[in-house]
């Protein structure tokens, strides 16, 4: 660092000044925080991105649509709908151990936080809330499966009420995978989609064995 003592500001250069930054114009738009709006209008702009969430679910495709302003209200209304009605079966007896509220909310939740995971190590470009909220709103179809199935088993538990139960907790478990693949298809390298897509596949299909075999007291 030689020469650098020989180096001198000249008092002839000033060395204080105002920093001024140009603003430019913007629209009123930009200054609105939902804080200035009421409380109704800020509940049904969430209602509607729930139910927009919804239907890219029943008419899955290749869409960012989940992703972009993700949540996770639906996923826990979906989760908690499912566990309320799998509650109350007849292997909810300590013998049986079947599952109770808490057990499949866990296993919902669990299930869906190990996927996530498994995307992110295996090189997935997803955020891992959003991959939470696609798992989870994708649990609808295998929730509408669980609602029909309840209403099966009002009219009986036989051979035909199993058949039915049958047909669709397997449309509705296809629906599931193939929903969830479509929206995760992108965010995963091209070779190891199939290291993704299997956790998945599992992560489902218990949940479908859940609805299948339960029966009421």
Known sequence: FAG???VSISEDIPVEGEITVPVGSHSPDEDYSTLDEPVRDTIMRDLKAVGKKFV????PKK???LLRDWDLWGPLVLCVSLAL???????DSKEDGGPQFAEVF???WFGAVVITLNSKLLGGTISFFQSLCVLGYCVMP??????VCRLVLLAGSGTVSFIVRLIVVIAMFGWSTLASTAFLADSQPP???ALVVYPIFLFYFV???MILTFTPQ
Do not use: C, E, F, P
Not at 56 to 59: E, F, I, L, R, S
Not at 85 to 91: D, N
Not at 142 to 147: H, N
């Open 4 to 6: 650098l003592s020989d």
């Open 85 to 91: 009605m799998l509650q109350g079966g007849s292997a």
């Open 142 to 147: 295998l929730t509408v499966a669980m609602l």
């Open 191 to 193: 070779n190891r989609k």
């Open 207 to 209: 949940i479908s064995w």
């Open 63 to 65: 869409s960012s649509a």
């Open 106 to 108: 866990v296993i919902i």
């Open 56 to 59: 890219h679910v029943m008419y």
